[in-house]
Antibody, heavy 125, light 111 residues
Framework: QVQLQESGPGLVKPSQTLSLTCTVS??????????WSWIRQPAGEGLEWIGR???????NYNPSLKSRVTISVDTSKNQFSLTLTSVTAADTAMYYC?????????????????WGQGTMVTVSS | QSVLTQPPSVSAAPGQKVTISCSGS????????VSWYQQLPGTAPKLLIY???KRPSGIPDRFSGSKSGTSATLDITGLQTGDEADYYC????????????FGTGTKVTVL
């Protein structure tokens, strides 16, 4: 079955760029019915969707983060990545990668059916 | 500030039923499918319900979802101690640009 694993630095300095990678195993990042997403969760708080990308290049980003976020897919490595620029302490959170699976009934008919275990990122000098 | 509102907490004794509400608007729940996620302490969220009321393989039928208008509901029957977790609803908000939104989250406590 498909599994996801996040990797990347746990500490990033303010104003720098946060970069995380999610490795897909047991399946292909090129799956036609799947978008690849990032979601974050500050300690003790709720979930915040960051964005999604399809291997076709189609993307959607959270409007509140759109100016700082890029999600890319590397089919040769079966990975997808998150880049978040100009980070501040407010970006400190657990970051999850997840598969957004499309169920085919039309419209925005999808759900996050597979999640990575998460990786903690702290923004601090 | 989430656009989907859930009660902060609900509780019941083992074997009883709890109901978690998720209130939104026409730009999100009213016109899009709702999903529900369970987050056990210290773990990643897990999909419980998709397309308003469907369960992925392996999710017991003690968990059921429904939607009416701009609100959705998750019912958990036969409550077990292992159900103690945070629960989140989620859906797309298509008011301006497409934005996936999660509910504020509900802590379920088994008394």
């Amino acid at each position: 079955q498909v599994q996801l694993q996040e990797s990347g630095p746990g500490l990033v300095k303010p104003s720098q760029t946060l970069s995380l990678t999610c490795t897909v195993s047991g399946g292909s990042v090129s799956s036609g019915n799947s978008y690849w997403s990032w979601i974050r969760q500050p300690a003790g708080e709720g979930l915040e969707w960051i964005g999604r990308r399809h291997t076709s290049g189609s993307t959607n980003y959270n409007p509140s983060l759109k100016s700082r976020v890029t999600i890319s897919v590397d089919t040769s490595k079966n990975q997808f990545s998150l880049t978040l620029t100009s980070v501040t302490a407010a970006d400190t959170a657990m970051y999850y990668c997840a598969r957004l699976n499309y169920y085919g009934s039309g419209g925005w008919d999808d759900a996050f059916d597979i999640w990575g275990q998460g990786t903690m990122v702290t923004v601090s000098s | 500030q989430s656009v989907l509102t859930q009660p902060p907490s609900v509780s019941a004794a083992p074997g009883q039923k709890v109901t978690i509400s998720c209130s939104g608007s026409s730009s999100n729940i009213g016109n899009n499918y709702v999903s529900w996620y369970q987050q056990l302490p210290g773990t990643a969220p897990k999909l419980l319900i998709y397309e308003n009321n469907k369960r992925p393989s392996g999710i017991p039928d003690r968990f059921s979802g429904s939607k009416s208008g701009t609100s959705a509901t998750l019912d958990i029957t036969g409550l077990q101690t292992g159900d103690e977790a945070d629960y989140y609803c989620g859906t797309w908000d298509t008011s301006l640009s497409a934005n996936y939104v999660f509910g504020t989250g509900t802590k379920v406590t088994v008394l």
